[in-house]
């Protein structure tokens, strides 16, 4: 049975004296208030749905971007986390046995570098539509600041590995940032 809202809206419903619209073994609850008529139109709002399925009916979790923020980031740590790796065993074999440094866009570091983009894309991405921004906007305004962002940072990736291959490493200031282009 159907329990209704005082303060439901029924439009089109037509007024029937429940006195004779209602069988008289009927209990006194909600049926004996409401005529059958004006439940059968109101269960047609609704069709045969129960309370929690109306309730779902009005807040959809479709693609939550909760979890797409969390899936980005867990994705975003572990590939930075093996491109840091990968470039620090890289420096160590250097300095063992002088094995050169560049270049830097093999296979074994493109891979953790291009999910690291794809993370924090998907990151940003997700956090931006939680503040309302739509999806496609979202995704696509996190792609190209991410792009931005890891280009830069693989050009002075690639600078630092040149100075160090010729010897003339030197402290990076990153107060300057006439030396980051």
């Known amino acids: 049975m159907i329990r209704l809202p005082a303060a439901l809206p029924l ?6 004296d429940t006195a004779s619209a209602l069988p008289p073994d009927i209990d006194n609850g909600i049926a004996s208030q409401v005529p059958q008529v004006v439940i059968e139109q109101a269960s047609d709002f609704f069709g045969d749905l129960n309370d929690a399925e109306i309730l779902l009916e009005y807040a959809r979790f ?15 740590v572990l590939c ?3 491109f840091s790796k990968l470039v620090q065993d890289r420096l160590e074999a250097w300095k063992q046995d002088r094995l050169p440094l560049l270049p830097l866009a093999r296979r074994e570091t493109m891979l953790p570098y291009i999910g690291l983009l794809v993370g924090v894309t998907l990151f940003i991405g997700a956090s931006l539509q939680v503040f309302g921004f739509a999806a496609g906007a979202a995704l696509l305004v996190a792609f190209l600041l991410s792009l931005a962002t890891a280009g830069a940072l693989w050009v002075q990736l690639v600078r630092l590995m040149q100075q160090v291959e010729a010897g003339n490493f030197k402290a990076v200031d990153f107060d300057n940032f006439d030396e980051f282009f």
């Not at 439009?11 to 029937?16: C, H, I, N, R, T």
């Open 11 to 16: 439009w089109g419903a037509v007024p029937v």
């Open 62 to 76: 479709d693609s939550p971007p909760y979890v797409l923020a969390g899936v980005g980031l867990a994705i975003a």
């Open 80 to 82: 930075g986390l093996t």
